[in-house]
Every structure is written in structure tokens, then in C-alpha cells.
């Protein structure tokens, strides 16, 4: 423990705002060849009948395309760790063929696991007045956190009045920070917090509400420090039987103030048609507050997805069983 709080992370995920706030060669953008090559390849799985959530890689056949998504995935396992994909013109598709599109990308960079008890591989983020402890069903501002899956994919199909940028942030400069103003604050967040598992089984009673162990927010892996926070979901382990000690809290707070510096995190403004991936070991994503129209309601496209080339993380920062292909995923209830 004494030796990961005092050892900075390095290297390309380790990023601050001044990095790439003045610059756009972070954005992606496709060609009218690549788009045409995708448009061939969904509707050649449409026309098939394959049940989209079945469609794998080989059903998308995208030679074009491949380099780019190469690239991709190696900027989100080993670089900065994120990737915006611009150029897909929305008023073009409908929502259904947009799906089918984003699968099919996502089918070159990972496994589509399921995100919720219904088993849906292709979630929605709009607000519904979903559930306290998820993000994605909820409206307004978002606090910092990471999606307990290697990558999330986000595919813009309607954006708001004004507001609802995504605010993402490195982990990694984080640790940096809190290890050189606040070492202190290292014992709580590497002893961890325990998580909920109601997302996991609605119906389990007493302490198998919650994880049976502490999940460490940051912890050294195979390619460096990783990190683990999802405060929505410590917060529901607090309510069901796991509170959260005073040095927990303050840790959990000051983890937030430093992920809230300009000078750290990065705003993206998404267009509609843009796809944002990002890695989760070492990017937290947030949302800005926004003004929406209520009967054209801000609306995204969401992918979980397992990257099974990538290393393991460690044992006790996976605080569920792998239920979903490739494991990570939420199994469907029943």
C-alpha cells in the first residue's frame, strides 16, 4: 500500500485539460468510403435477420474501417484513453439503423455485455426518472464515476436544448494529485468501499445486499494503476448495511473536488451522430446540467463492452461475478 501511494502514475493516461483542450486531432472522422463500407455491412445483417445482440464481428465486415478501429482500441487500452468517432449523419438513419451501426463498430473494439436485469446489450441514457443508484436512467447533472465494464460506448442520437456535455477526467492524474496534497486520504480510498449488488439480485437480504469485500478505488494492474469508483452504488451499499466511515467520506469528497478541477478534466460536446468510447480503468466520465425539450428529450445510445484481449483486473477490484459473454455484464434476471 505504502509503495502504490507514493509512486505516480505515468504514461499516456495520465492526462490534464491543458492536453487537449486546444487541440482536435483527438477526434475521428469518418470518410464517405467508411461510412458507405458500415452502411453495407448493418444493412447486410439487417436484411439477414440476425438478432442484433447475436451479431458478432464476423458479421460486420468492414476492411476499411478495421485500421481505423485498430487504432481505437489501442489509443483506449494503452493511450489517452478516449476516442470520439465523428461524421455519421443522423438525420440519414433511423434509430434502429443507428443501433445497428454502433453494434457493429462496437463489434470491432469489444463484446457487447448485458447492462441491466433486462438483459439489454443496447442500453438507453435518457431520463425517465429511473432509479437513484443507476446514472443513465436519470436527467441532469452527473457526478464523476466510472461504468463497471472495461469500455462504454456512447452514441448521440438526440442532444439537448442546451448543456449535457460529457465531462471526462483521468483517474490516473487524480491519484497524482491526492497523493501529493492529500496522502492521507490514500489508506481509505486503496482499503476501497463496499458496492450493492440490488443491481446483481434484487431479491437478496441482509449483508448479500452489498459486495462481501472492499472494492480499493485505485490498485496497481498488468498495465499500470486502475481505478474503481461508482459513488451512486457506495452510497446504496451505505443504505443497505455498509456504511461508510468518516475518513471514507472525506475521501469520496475530496476524490470528487480534485475530478472537478478545470484544470484536469476535459468537456466534449456532442453532436448528433457522435460515438464517444472510453476506457473505464482509467478515465472517469461525468455530465454537465442541461435544458432539454420534454417532447424531444435528450437521448443516447449505450454499449458495455468486455475487452477479452485485455489483462484481468485484479481479483478484488471485481466486486461481481461474470455472468454476461466474456463476463462483466449484468445477468439477466430469470
Not at 267 to 279: A, K, P, T, W, Y
Not at 305 to 321: F, I, V, Y
Amino acid at each position: 500500500m505504502t509503495t502504490l501511494a507514493t509512486r505516480p502514475a505515468t504514461g499516456r493516461h495520465v492526462w490534464r485539460n491543458a492536453d487537449y483542450s486546444s487541440r482536435t486531432d483527438w477526434v475521428e472522422h469518418f470518410s464517405p468510403a467508411e461510412l458507405a463500407e458500415l452502411e453495407t455491412a448493418a444493412e447486410s445483417v439487417r436484411k439477414r435477420g440476425t438478432m442484433l445482440e447475436e451479431a458478432t464481428k464476423d458479421d460486420f465486415v468492414l476492411p476499411l474501417l478495421s485500421s481505423r478501429l485498430a487504432k481505437a482500441r489501442e489509443e483506449l487500452a494503452r493511450g489517452r484513453g478516449f476516442v470520439m468517432l465523428r461524421g455519421i449523419p443522423r438525420e440519414r438513419y433511423s434509430e434502429d439503423e443507428l443501433g445497428t451501426l454502433f453494434w457493429g463498430l462496437g463489434t470491432h473494439l469489444g463484446i457487447g455485455v448485458s447492462q441491466s436485469l433486462k438483459g439489454d446489450r443496447l442500453g438507453h441514457v435518457m431520463d425517465i426518472g429511473g432509479d437513484i443508484d443507476r446514472y443513465y436512467t436519470r436527467g441532469g447533472e452527473l457526478e464523476f464515476h466510472m461504468d463497471p465494464v472495461d469500455v462504454v460506448g456512447l452514441l448521440c442520437l438526440r442532444t439537448a436544448v442546451s448543456g449535457g456535455e460529457s465531462r471526462i477526467v483521468s483517474s490516473m492524474a487524480i491519484f497524482n494529485v491526492i497523493a501529493r496534497e492529500r496522502p492521507d486520504l490514500m489508506g481509505p480510498l486503496m482499503e476501497g468501499f463496499h458496492y450493492s449488488r440490488r443491481q446483481q439480485d434484487p431479491h437478496a437480504v441482509g449483508a448479500a445486499r452489498y459486495t462481501a469485500h472492499r472494492v480499493p478505488v485505485f490498485m496497481d494492474g498488468a498495465w499500470g494503476k486502475e481505478c474503481y469508483f461508482l459513488p451512486a452504488s457506495i452510497r446504496g451499499a451505505a443504505r443497505e448495511g455498509a456504511p461508510v466511515s468518516a475518513a471514507g467520506q472525506e475521501a469520496m469528497a475530496f476524490m470528487a473536488e480534485v475530478a472537478g478541477r478545470p484544470e484536469l478534466y476535459l468537456d466534449m460536446s456532442f453532436r448528433e451522430g457522435d460515438i464517444q468510447f472510453l476506457n473505464n480503468r482509467t478515465i472517469l466520465h461525468a455530465r454537465t446540467d442541461y435544458v432539454e425539450n420534454p417532447k424531444a428529450k435528450r437521448h443516447l445510445l449505450r454499449l458495455w463492452l468486455m475487452m477479452p484481449d485485455w489483462p484481468e483486473r485484479p481479483t478484488s477490484m471485481r466486486p461481481h461475478d461474470g455472468a454476461d459473454r466474456a463476463g462483466g455484464g449484468i445477468a439477466k434476471a430469470g
